[in-house]
């Protein structure tokens, strides 16, 4: 049987081994066990570098389920606030969980608020969104008080997602307990799991279930077809011109625009010709300062904006360059970089921008946006019209750097030359050093790098800057992760 040739010209089996041929990952091994490895080990580091984005399991339920304890039991540690009283989490937070082996996932939902949204919209806004965005469902209810009718909704909202379900009867602290799980089989969700996620009773039981749920890898969702349209995602605080922008690359009113801000709610896609190619631009809706403190649609915007990043490939920041650069303009490129996404800087209204504001509008950049100094940039005016040619080449530059592949050996040669001449400092008496490393993963590049002691994160910053110089990586976030060898000898 012929193995499946992928977009970038790999086999299919190369995947195995994250973005290592059989041929590369057979001598990479080899490698590693004349360094003194435990191969086993670096297998594990491969694999979790390579895989891409993990799969994301959602822990819903109405407020004061006891939804924060679990997903601190679930990580192992106490990271989500937890009170006892409704509403303490507001907005979803993810955190990087363990189980049996495998890693995945955990996002807890929260502001389910009465006072803000009415409890209908505010749980239906939450648990949509997080519901879409994840690969499988920890349904969590308080089997002490039973099925409520909020409890009903959420089942209403999972049944339409059609997501693997696993339902959570919390507050089980004892066997006596367990006949108030049983009746939460009348939800129709299947086998209740009784679990006392404050004393842990359970919860091992419960994994294990949510393991049979998770896929392996959650299924990519752009780019599917080979030679399909880009997806480019538009984002930007309210009112800073995204949908004057995709009319004006359209040619045409595709979207309404409006001085009031919020005039979008749900993504646009739109299917454009630009510069010879045919993209897909998503005009997305402003993300406000505080998503939780949004009425109505505007909070229910929000969310459905984070969702169009997650299945973009590139996100067009847009900046207002007549005001002021924010922490909000901040924090939308910081969401950005952590979905992973290529990543281009469009600065907005440059027409109407005097000498001086100019000169000011430089140093902010410099300033407020110099961790992403790599991304490229382009001024343009989404209103005449102006430097849109330079649109595209700026974002093909930052998928070509999304999707740039280093050969090990190249990097390798590349590493050593750079430890020599720049050794990590000593600390402790010791200076660990870099020993080898590999590219395991691309969109965006991921990198493991072995090493004889721990690497501080001012020379993994430092690594990152040399990796850009030498070898491109324009408008796309570098994942690097560091494995220290235990000990010395292992080698067999």
Same mark, same amino acid.
């Given at each position: 049987?012929? @193995?499946?040739?992928?977009?970038?010209?790999?086999?299919?089996?190369?995947?195995? %081994?994250?973005?290592?041929?059989?041929?590369?990952?057979?001598?990479?091994?080899?490698?590693?066990?004349?360094?003194? $490895?435990?191969?086993?080990?670096?297998?594990?580091?491969?694999?979790?570098?390579?895989?891409?984005?993990?799969?994301?399991?959602?822990? #819903?339920?109405?407020?004061?389920?006891?939804?924060?304890?679990?997903?601190?039991?679930?990580?192992?540690? &106490?990271?989500?606030?937890?009170?006892?009283?409704?509403?303490?989490?507001?907005?979803?937070?993810?955190?990087?969980?363990?189980?049996?082996? &495998?890693? $995945?996932?955990?996002?807890?939902?929260?502001?389910?608020?009465? @006072?803000?949204?009415?409890?209908?919209? +505010?749980?239906?806004?939450?648990?949509?969104?997080?519901?879409?965005?994840?690969?499988?469902?920890?349904? #969590?209810? @308080?089997?002490?008080?039973?099925?409520?009718?909020?409890?009903?909704?959420?089942?209403?909202?999972?049944?339409?997602?059609?997501?693997?379900?696993?339902?959570?009867?919390?507050?089980?602290?004892?066997?006596?307990?367990?006949?108030?799980?049983?009746?939460?089989?009348?939800?129709?969700?299947?086998?209740?799991?009784?679990? +006392?996620?404050?004393?842990?009773?359970?919860?091992?039981?419960?994994?294990?279930?949510?393991?049979?749920?998770?896929?392996?890898?959650? =299924?990519?969702?752009?780019?599917?077809?080979?030679?399909?349209?880009?997806?480019?995602?538009?984002?930007?605080?309210?009112?800073?011109?995204?949908? +004057?922008?995709?009319?004006?690359?359209?040619?045409?009113?595709?979207?309404?625009?409006?001085?009031?801000?919020?005039?979008?709610?749900?993504?646009?896609?739109?299917?454009?010709?630009?510069?010879?190619?045919?993209?897909?631009?998503?005009?997305?809706?402003?993300?406000?300062?505080?998503?939780?403190?949004?009425?109505?649609?505007?909070?229910?915007? +929000?969310?459905?904006? =984070?969702?169009?990043?997650?299945?973009?490939?590139?996100?067009? #920041?847009?900046?207002?360059?007549?005001?002021?650069?924010? #922490?909000?303009?901040?924090?939308?490129?910081?969401?950005?970089?952590?979905?992973?996404?290529?990543?281009?800087?469009?600065?907005?209204?440059?027409?109407?921008?005097?000498?001086?504001?100019?000169?000011?509008?430089?140093?902010?950049?410099?300033?407020?946006? *110099?961790?992403?100094?790599?991304?490229?940039?382009?001024?343009?005016?989404? &209103?005449?019209?102006? %430097?849109?040619?330079?649109?595209?080449?700026?974002?093909?530059?930052?998928?070509?750097?999304?999707?740039?592949?280093?050969?090990?050996?190249?990097?390798?040669?590349?590493?050593?030359?750079?430890?020599?001449?720049?050794? %990590?400092?000593?600390?402790?008496?010791?200076?660990?050093?870099?020993?080898?490393?590999?590219?395991?993963?691309?969109?965006?590049?991921?990198?493991?790098?072995?090493?004889? *002691?721990?690497?501080?994160?001012?020379?993994?910053?430092?690594?990152?800057?040399?990796? &850009?110089?030498?070898? *491109?990586?324009?408008?796309?976030?570098?994942?690097?992760?560091?494995?220290?060898?235990?000990?010395?000898?292992?080698?067999?």
């Amino acid at each position: 049987m012929n @193995d499946q040739i992928q977009p970038d010209g790999s086999a299919e089996h190369a995947y195995e %081994h994250g973005a290592l041929g059989d041929a590369e990952y057979a001598e990479f091994m080899e490698l590693a066990a004349e360094e003194g $490895f435990d191969l086993e080990d670096v297998e594990g580091a491969i694999e979790e570098a390579g895989h891409g984005p993990l799969p994301v399991l959602a822990v #819903v339920g109405r407020p004061n389920v006891g939804k924060s304890t679990l997903v601190n039991r679930i990580i192992g540690r &106490r990271e989500a606030v937890v009170e006892d009283k409704p509403g303490v989490t507001r907005d979803r937070v993810t955190y990087e969980a363990e189980w049996a082996g &495998r890693r $995945f996932k955990v996002v807890d939902t929260g502001g389910w608020e009465q @006072d803000v949204l009415g409890i209908d919209a +505010s749980v239906a806004a939450q648990a949509e969104y997080a519901i879409e965005a994840a690969d499988a469902v920890v349904f #969590v209810v @308080d089997a002490k008080v039973g099925a409520t009718d909020t409890d009903e909704a959420v089942v209403r909202l999972l049944r339409k997602a059609g997501k693997p379900v696993v339902l959570c009867a919390n507050k089980v602290d004892g066997p006596s307990g367990e006949a108030d799980a049983a009746y939460l089989w009348n939800l129709g969700l299947g086998e209740p799991h009784p679990v +006392s996620a404050l004393h842990g009773r359970g919860t091992g039981d419960m994994l294990d279930a949510v393991l049979e749920a998770l896929p392996e890898a959650p =299924a990519q969702t752009f780019a599917a077809a080979l030679g399909g349209p880009r997806r480019i995602a538009l984002i930007g605080r309210p009112n800073v011109g995204k949908s +004057s922008l995709l009319n004006k690359v359209a040619g045409e009113e595709r979207v309404v625009v409006n001085e009031l801000a919020g005039t979008t709610r749900d993504p646009v896609d739109e299917l454009i010709e630009l510069g010879g190619k045919t993209w897909k631009f998503v005009d997305t809706a402003g993300i406000r300062k505080r998503v939780h403190l949004q009425q109505g649609a505007d909070y229910y915007a +929000s969310l459905r904006t =984070a969702a169009a990043v997650e299945k973009a490939e590139v996100a067009v #920041v847009l900046i207002d360059g007549s005001e002021t650069i924010s #922490v909000q303009d901040q924090r939308i490129v910081t969401m950005a970089v952590e979905a992973g996404r290529a990543l281009v800087l469009a600065i907005n209204k440059w027409d109407t921008l005097d000498e001086e504001r100019r000169y000011y509008l430089e140093r902010e950049i410099e300033t407020e946006l *110099g961790q992403v100094a790599w991304a490229p940039r382009v001024n343009v005016s989404a &209103r005449t019209g102006r %430097h849109m040619e330079k649109l595209v080449p700026a974002i093909e530059a930052a998928l070509a750097g999304w999707e740039t592949r280093v050969p090990t050996g190249r990097l390798n040669a590349f590493l050593g030359e750079l430890v020599a001449a720049h050794p %990590h400092p000593v600390r402790g008496g010791k200076q660990p050093r870099i020993l080898f490393g590999t590219q395991a993963g691309t969109k965006p590049p991921r990198f493991v790098l072995f090493a004889s *002691g721990f690497i501080e994160a001012g020379y993994r910053r430092f690594i990152e800057r040399r990796l &850009r110089e030498e070898f *491109g990586f324009e408008g796309a976030p570098i994942h690097i992760s560091v494995r220290v060898r235990e000990k010395r000898g292992k080698k067999k």
